[in-house]
């Protein structure tokens, strides 16, 4: 069964513009939450990711939002660029009796058009 | 420092022929991966392992098998290849516990005709 759910699952943004990507999960015992961002050809790679003791992280012009009780965790990406053009993923790494087990949510292709 | 290396990086199987997808890291770290990413979609994990000798199933399991014997390698075994199977595989591999970032090969490209 799927651990995570993402939203949308492709989406569309002119230049400039915010991107917004949501991921809800229903495992309480997650206590990590990343976002992977992989390029056509390439591996994921982990873009941001933040600890539920916290509500929001910012790097640059990407920031992880945290609402722990909607169990839900958002990606922002503002001013978005053509360069930002991949496939976004969350993956808490499981928790509990799961402890080593590590699932990717559907995955959102993300086009920023120029 | 190389990270995580799958050899190879392109294959070609015939149906009912068999092969290992090759894994290393040198980065020293207990848990590893296999995924399989079909085009277009998401990353689905076939096997996974927390430390040498200890191995478990992911979402995706059937027609491969996996073998820890060391900390460093992990490799995969396709049976008996099916069209199915045609796909990009990736391993990946992180620290024991949480909060910590997954690293990934570059991906092996299988195509079973």
């Known amino acids: 069964q799927q651990q995570v759910k993402q939203s949308p699952q492709s989406l569309i943004v002119q230049k400039g513009g915010i991107s917004i990507i949501n991921c809800a999960y229903e495992?309480?015992?997650?206590?990590?939450f990343p976002w992977y961002q992989q390029f056509p050809g390439k591996g994921p790679a982990l873009l941001i990711a933040?600890?539920?003791?916290?509500s929001e992280k910012k790097e640059g012009r990407f920031t992880i939002s945290f609402n722990k009780s909607a169990k839900q965790f958002s990606l922002h990406i503002m001013d978005s660029q053509p360069g930002d053009s991949a496939t976004y993923f969350c993956?808490?790494?499981?928790?509990?009796?799961?402890?080593?087990?590590?699932?990717f949510g559907q995955g959102t292709i993300l086009t920023v058009h120029p | 420092n190389a990270g995580v290396t799958q050899t190879p990086k392109f294959r070609i199987l015939k149906i009912g022929q068999s092969m290992t997808l090759q894994c290393t890291q040198d980065?020293?770290?207990?848990?590893m991966y296999w995924y399989r990413q079909d085009p277009g979609m998401g990353l689905k994990l076939i096997y996974y392992?927390?430390?040498?000798?200890?191995?478990d199933k992911g979402e995706v399991p059937n027609g491969y098998n996996v073998s820890r014997s060391t900390t460093e390698d992990f490799p995969l075994r396709l049976e008996l290849a099916a069209p199915s199977q045609t796909s990009v595989y990736f391993c990946?591999?992180?620290?024991?516990?949480?909060?910590?970032?997954?690293?990934f090969g570059q991906g092996t490209r299988l195509t079973v005709v």
């Open positions: 495992n309480t015992a997650f206590d990590y």
């Open positions: 933040i600890r539920p003791d916290v």
């Open positions: 990946a591999s992180r620290y024991t516990g949480v909060g910590t970032e997954a690293f």
């Open positions: 392992s927390v430390g040498a000798g200890i191995t």
């Open positions: 993956a808490p790494p499981g928790g509990g009796t799961s402890y080593g087990k590590l699932t």
């Open positions: 980065m020293n770290h207990n848990y």
